[in-house]
C-alpha cells in the first residue's frame, strides 16, 4: 500500500506538472489537496510523510475518527463536504478552512460559532457550476449577491471558490462547468469589493484535473489517484448520497 501511494503521488504531480506547462502556468500556482473520504488515517499518513501538506475531509465523523492519528502531523485539513448547520462547532475543532460554504444559514451559524470563539476561518464558496441536483452549492447567479452579504462577517476570510464541476466521459462536456467557475470570480474582482482581488478557485479531481488546471484551478482535489477506488463498482458522483 505504501508503495502505491508513494508511486500514485509521484503520477498525480507530474501530471500536474504537465497540465501546467500545456496551459503555460507555473505548478507553483497549483496546490494538491489529499481528498482522504474513506481514506484511512495510516495511509493519509503516508501521502504526508511523503510531503503532502493539504487534505480535505467530507465527513465530521471521519475528521473526528482520524484526529488521534493525524493531529500532531504537518497537514493542514479543509472541509470540503455537505456541513449540516448542527456539526458546524464540531468541525471547527479540526480544521483551517471551509470549501464548502453553501449558504446563508451556515455562514451564520460560522459566524456565531467562530465570534463565540474569538477566531476567524477561511472560506471558500461552493458553487453548483453544474447546475445539478445531485450537487450542493449556491447557483453562479446568486454568488455576487451571497458574497456581498457575508462580505460584513469578520469572521470570516473569503479565500475563494469551489466546484465539483461535471464529470463525464466527454472532456467538452466537463469544460464549461470549470470556464464558469473562473468566469464567476471575474464578475466579483469586476465589482472591485476591498479585500477580494486574491481568489483561489479550487476544483479538479482525478478525473478532471487536467482540465481544471487549464481553466485555472489553483486546488485539485485528488482521491481515487492517490489512494485508490472508495468502493467497487459503479461510482456514481453524489453529493447527497455521499452525505
Ligand atoms: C471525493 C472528492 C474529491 C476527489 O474525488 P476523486 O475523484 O476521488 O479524485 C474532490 N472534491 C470533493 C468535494 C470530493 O468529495
Redesign the pocket.
Known sequence: MKNDIIFNLIKVHQRIEDACKTAGRNPKEVQL?L?T?TVPAENIRIAIEAGETLM?E?KMQELRDKDNELKHLPVERHF??HLQTNKVKDVLKYVTCI??LDRLSLADELHKQLQNQNRKLDVFIQVNTSYEESKFGLAPEEVLSFIKKIKTYDTLQIKGL?T?GL?DVEKEKMIPSLRLLKTIRDEIYNEKIEGLSDLKLSMG???D?ELAIAEGSNIV???????GN?FLGK?I?N?NI?E
Open positions: 489537496l481528498a473520504k480535505g467530507n470540503i463536504g470549501q464548502s469551489m465539483i464529470l479531481m482525478s478525473q484535473l482535489r485528488i482521491g481515487t489517484s492517490i489512494f472508495r461510482e458522483w453529493e455521499a
